[in-house]
Structures are given as C-alpha cells and as structure tokens.
C-alpha cells in the first residue's frame, strides 16, 4: 500500500488545518492507522492513531482536545484535524500503517508515506 499525506500549509496560531492521507494499491481498511510528526532537528513523534473499524482513536498529550483522526474506508482515506493551532504544532506530517508494538513506537509503522509540511506562525 502507498500512502500519501497532503493539506499542509501555513496558518496562523489558532487556525485550523485538515490533512488527509490517501491510500492506494490496496485497501486499508483493515489496518489501525497513525499520524505521526517531525519538527526540523526533532525525532519523529506519535500524534494520533486509530482503529480499522474507526471506533477507537488515542492522541498524544500535546494535541488531545485540539485533534481529531478520523477514516472513510469507502475512500481509502485518513484524516486529521488540526484546531487551535500552535507554533509548536510546526512539522512534517506523516500517516503509516500500524504493524505491532506501542502506538507511540514508529518501529511498529508501516508503509510510511510522503509526509506534508505545517507551518504555524504566531
């Protein structure tokens, strides 16, 4: 399967933004999916994940209550919405499929795609 994230851009602090990452060779309805993210000189980190059937999601710390995953299987697709957006919020966005393991831990990831840039200015 490849994934590719895309709705990045540039938004003021407080803004909102809605990523989505778009599936294709192969359905992921099956698979639980994660967000994760990188701020330049920063390892990759976990922001959300959620189940195949969409009825379970966790979030990291530093966005619960501002984010919000969610998936339409019938169009292949993952979201994340971004609300009350923080300079801190700046990063390379990617999505992946969850394999095994921590949520947090992106060694259990696979099928990682091209991420998309959010820069929050304040």
């Known amino acids: 399967v490849q994934l590719q994230a895309y709705g990045g851009g540039l938004v003021q602090a407080g803004g909102s933004l809605r990523l989505s990452c778009a599936a294709s060779?192969?359905?992921?309805?099956?698979?639980?999916m994660g967000w994760f993210r990188q701020a330049a000189g920063k390892e990759r980190e976990f922001v959300a994940i959620?189940?195949?059937?969409?009825?379970?999601?966790f979030y990291a710390d530093s966005v619960k209550g501002r984010f919000i995953i969610s998936r339409d299987n019938a169009r292949n697709t993952v979201f994340l919405q971004m609300n009350s957006l923080k300079s801190e919020d700046t990063a390379v966005y990617y999505c992946?499929?969850?394999?095994?393991?921590?949520?947090?831990?992106?060694?259990?990831?696979?099928?990682w795609g091209q991420g998309t840039q959010v820069t929050v200015s304040s």
């Open positions: 992946a499929t969850w394999r095994s393991g921590s949520a947090y831990d992106e060694s259990g990831y696979r099928n």
């Open positions: 060779g192969r359905t992921i309805s099956r698979y639980d």
């Open positions: 959620i189940t195949w059937t969409g009825g379970s999601t």
